[in-house]
């Protein structure tokens, strides 16, 4: 299905908006309300902790390859197949990222390197949970993409689609959205059970759920409004543009599913993800393994960025992350260990890519962190803030990273 077919895929169109309900998609009358299209911010995570050392490689420190006999990769002045892509006389991209070099000679993709948290935690789950609610409280209801929300006007209010998680549940950053969704798979999000009896399975539930009390009552019918409106865009029939193929595995389809909702303009102001064949947390044979991955990610990455990079199509900014980096040095078994620094991507046609901007630390023994790892020089919560107040339109910075000021890196072109 072509896109201006895909945009007017109700059928009822125009002639319906009189009686339309308030949540109808916008996609019915995309025409009318595309100028009030604000920009989309989609969030991938890396869960496992992604080797940012093997993504984006120092290849002028020696310590890097003293550190990695088994697992570097090589410098791109070598004569070996397996050299790195070099990006800027000092940083070398793997080769298994080779589909990201294009939109990264175009200035489309930042490289944020020796990026993370300022929690020290080794904890996978700590760390992502301490990442993900961005605020010093050990405990807390909400996360820093919930608060963004809070501190500015949703585009469509009707919306039931503000906040999407296109995973099997919420993610913690969206913690505390009473209408952010788990949509795993947009194209089939509806009832399990006989198609036959679904739409009186679906009038039971409204009317069971309408007697009752909110939260209960606002999440079952913004539940019920989200499938009648996935029903109606029909995701399972959107043709990509620009000659984007996407991976044919859950992370190609929850990306080509980010692409058609952005485009059907049916109020996404979120939307956030992961990223993984199997893990990002590659202690034992991390070369095979780390490939696969990152191989898989510059697939999906690069399939979005020709879909979205065309004319007409709404404005948005993915930025990529993961919860910690792993160590410098190579353990027994040819992987890495938990570590700190990391890297962050970031993606859009505002971006001012092209370029790895960091306050590089160094790769000496006395410049590790712990005497192991890379240190954390830039807050990953400066990327988030700047993407937030100068894309998304939120000057409440002080409200969504509580305790925290940020300094701005550049990420977009002044």
């Given at each position: 299905m072509?896109?201006?077919?895909?945009?007017?895929?109700?059928?009822?169109?125009?002639a319906?908006a009189a009686?339309a309900p308030?949540?109808?998609?916008?996609v019915?009358?995309?025409?009318d309300?595309?100028g009030?299209?604000r920009e989309?911010?989609v969030v991938?995570?890396?869960?496992?902790?992604?080797d940012g050392?093997s993504?984006c490689?120092p290849?002028?420190?020696?310590?890097y390859?003293?550190?990695r006999?088994n697992?570097s990769v090589?410098?791109?002045?070598?004569?070996?197949?397996?050299?790195?892509f070099?990006?800027?006389?000092v940083f070398g991209?793997?080769p298994?990222?080779?589909p990201?070099?294009p939109?990264f000679?175009d200035?489309r993709?930042l490289i944020v390197?020796?990026?993370?948290?300022?929690?020290?935690?080794?904890?996978?789950?700590?760390?992502?949970?301490?990442?993900?609610?961005?605020?010093?409280?050990?405990?807390t209801?909400?996360?820093?993409?919930t608060r963004?929300?809070?501190?500015?006007a949703?585009?469509?209010p009707?919306s039931t689609?503000?906040a999407?998680?296109l995973n099997d549940s919420?993610?913690r950053?969206l913690?505390?959205e009473?209408h952010?969704l788990?949509?795993?798979?947009?194209?089939?999000?509806?009832?399990?059970?006989?198609?036959?009896?679904?739409a009186?399975r679906l009038?039971?539930?409204?009317?069971?759920?309408?007697?009752?009390s909110?939260?209960?009552k606002?999440?079952?019918?913004n539940t019920?409004?989200?499938?009648n409106v996935?029903?109606?865009?029909d995701v399972?029939s959107?043709?990509?543009?620009g000659?984007?193929?996407?991976?044919s595995?859950q992370?190609?389809?929850a990306?080509?599913s980010?692409?058609?909702?952005?485009?059907a303009?049916?109020g996404?102001e979120v939307?956030?993800?992961?990223i993984a064949v199997?893990?990002w947390?590659?202690?034992?044979?991390g070369?095979?393994?780390m490939?696969t991955e990152?191989?898989?990610?510059?697939d999906?990455?690069?399939?979005f960025?020709?879909d979205?990079?065309?004319?007409?199509a709404p404005?948005?900014?993915l930025v990529?992350?993961s919860e910690?980096?792993?160590?410098?040095i190579e353990n027994?078994s040819?992987?890495t260990d938990?570590?700190?620094?990391?890297v962050?991507w970031?993606?859009?046609?505002a971006?001012?890519?092209?370029?790895v901007?960091t306050?590089?630390?160094g790769?000496?023994?006395?410049?590790?962190?712990d005497h192991?790892d890379l240190?954390v020089t830039i807050?990953y919560?400066?990327i988030?803030?700047?993407i937030?107040?100068?894309k998304?339109g939120n000057?409440?910075l002080?409200?969504v990273f509580?305790g925290f000021t940020?300094t701005?890196?550049g990420?977009?072109?002044?």
């Amino acid at each position: 299905m072509s896109r201006r077919r895909f945009l007017g895929v109700t059928g009822a169109g125009v002639a319906a908006a009189a009686t339309a309900p308030a949540w109808l998609p916008r996609v019915t009358f995309a025409k009318d309300h595309r100028g009030a299209q604000r920009e989309v911010i989609v969030v991938v995570f890396l869960r496992g902790g992604a080797d940012g050392l093997s993504m984006c490689i120092p290849y002028q420190e020696q310590a890097y390859y003293a550190a990695r006999p088994n697992l570097s990769v090589p410098r791109p002045d070598s004569n070996s197949p397996n050299r790195a892509f070099d990006l800027d006389g000092v940083f070398g991209l793997n080769p298994s990222l080779a589909p990201l070099m294009p939109l990264f000679r175009d200035g489309r993709l930042l490289i944020v390197h020796a990026a993370g948290s300022p929690d020290t935690s080794r904890s996978h789950f700590e760390a992502m949970r301490l990442m993900e609610v961005a605020r010093p409280e050990t405990v807390t209801n909400n996360g820093w993409l919930t608060r963004h929300q809070a501190e500015v006007a949703p585009v469509n209010p009707g919306s039931t689609l503000r906040a999407i998680g296109l995973n099997d549940s919420v993610p913690r950053s969206l913690l505390g959205e009473t209408h952010a969704l788990a949509i795993p798979t947009p194209g089939s999000f509806s009832l399990a059970g006989d198609p036959v009896t679904q739409a009186l399975r679906l009038n039971a539930i409204q009317s069971s759920y309408f007697q009752c009390s909110d939260p209960p009552k606002r999440y079952a019918l913004n539940t019920l409004h989200t499938m009648n409106v996935l029903s109606e865009l029909d995701v399972d029939s959107y043709e990509p543009e620009g000659g984007a193929v996407y991976p044919s595995n859950q992370n190609g389809l929850a990306l080509r599913s980010a692409a058609a909702l952005i485009k059907a303009q049916v109020g996404a102001e979120v939307i956030a993800m992961d990223i993984a064949v199997r893990t990002w947390d590659t202690h034992q044979l991390g070369g095979t393994p780390m490939a696969t991955e990152m191989r898989n990610m510059a697939d999906c990455l690069a399939a979005f960025a020709a879909d979205m990079f065309v004319d007409d199509a709404p404005p948005f900014t993915l930025v990529v992350m993961s919860e910690f980096g792993r160590s410098l040095i190579e353990n027994a078994s040819y992987g890495t260990d938990h570590g700190r620094g990391g890297v962050m991507w970031v993606m859009g046609s505002a971006v001012a890519g092209g370029r790895v901007t960091t306050i590089w630390p160094g790769l000496a023994y006395e410049q590790l962190y712990d005497h192991r790892d890379l240190q954390v020089t830039i807050d990953y919560r400066d990327i988030l803030a700047e993407i937030l107040q100068t894309k998304l339109g939120n000057d409440r910075l002080d409200l969504v990273f509580p305790g925290f000021t940020p300094t701005f890196r550049g990420v977009y072109a002044p």
